[in-house]
């Protein structure tokens, strides 16, 4: 790909998205588009290109841009953030406030593999923590993904990646190759499009935010906007999840990590 052409796609996902494209990562320009161009009658990427630097339409910009920041996710994603979850944050977030309503969010959440991990946390063990209900909020910057996310229903292959057996029998229907998960987990999570470039007052106050494997696509100056809008929706007795190859330092001062602990990260001032 000529080097002007790749500016094209860099300027409109960093622009759109936060996203950070590199030369090398070019191959996946085409082949993540190709269902772009065929469902939009283009004929192949030199095509594309033009449409999108001459006046482009909006809905072929927003299809492109989905098509190149939908990642990979999985249920029980590392296990570690739900173990951490499940036996330091909950706890801690009931001795700071009591009994009532913990708020999660779950951001660019993608298929819905994270929010229905953390549901089917909460079911195994909610005897643990009488009176207080739980709120999961899942945004993403795709449509297309969310409705997926939505409807709940995954291949075989995507159940067995990281999935107990166990569980998924106890939380999912099967119908041939398609597992569907079961409304009781289904019915915990509320979805919602949302792009983490845009302010984030709408969302309210959270207990506890995810955004893991997320910040790994942004430059610096993006990530630091982010972490600190995300500051701004996080009660002071609150956690922030990272992925394991994540961290705020050097980034913002908003959060500090909580010691002893890869990937969790604390209000800075508590």
């Known amino acids: 790909m000529k080097v002007q052409d790749f500016e094209v796609y860099k300027n409109i996902l960093h622009q759109k998205s936060g996203l950070v494209i590199t030369p090398d990562k070019s191959y996946l320009l085409e082949s993540r588009l190709g269902p772009v161009n065929r469902d939009f009658g283009i004929p192949d990427m030199g095509a594309l290109t033009e449409k999108l630097r001459m006046n482009p339409d909006p809905k072929l910009v927003t299809a492109v841009v989905e098509a190149m920041t939908t990642n990979e996710t999985m249920f029980f994603r590392d296990q570690k953030p739900f173990d951490k979850f499940r036996d330091h944050v909950v706890p801690s977030i009931i001795k700071a406030k009591g009994p009532g309503t913990i708020r999660i969010w779950s951001a660019a959440c993608s298929s819905g593999q994270e929010p229905y ?154």
């Open 117 to 270: 991990t953390l549901g089917m946390t909460i079911k195994e063990n909610a005897a643990k923590w009488p009176g207080v209900s739980f709120e999961i909020y899942a945004t993403d910057l795709s449509q297309d993904i969310l409705n997926k996310a939505r409807e709940g229903k995954y291949s075989q292959f995507e159940v067995q990646r990281g999935m107990p057996i166990a569980m998924l029998i106890k939380y999912f229907n099967q119908t041939g190759e398609v597992w569907t998960i079961k409304d009781e987990i289904r019915n915990m999570v509320k979805y919602q499009m949302f792009n983490l470039l845009d302010p984030m007052d709408s969302m309210g106050m959270f207990d506890v935010i995810y955004c893991r494997n997320v910040l790994i696509y942004f430059d610096q100056s993006t990530k630091a906007k982010i972490l600190e809008k995300m500051a701004g929706r996080l009660h002071k007795h609150g956690f922030l999840f990272l992925g394991g190859a994540e961290t705020v330092l050097g980034i913002t001062q908003a959060f500090k990590p909580l010691e002893g602990e890869r990937g969790l990260y604390v209000p800075t001032g508590v």
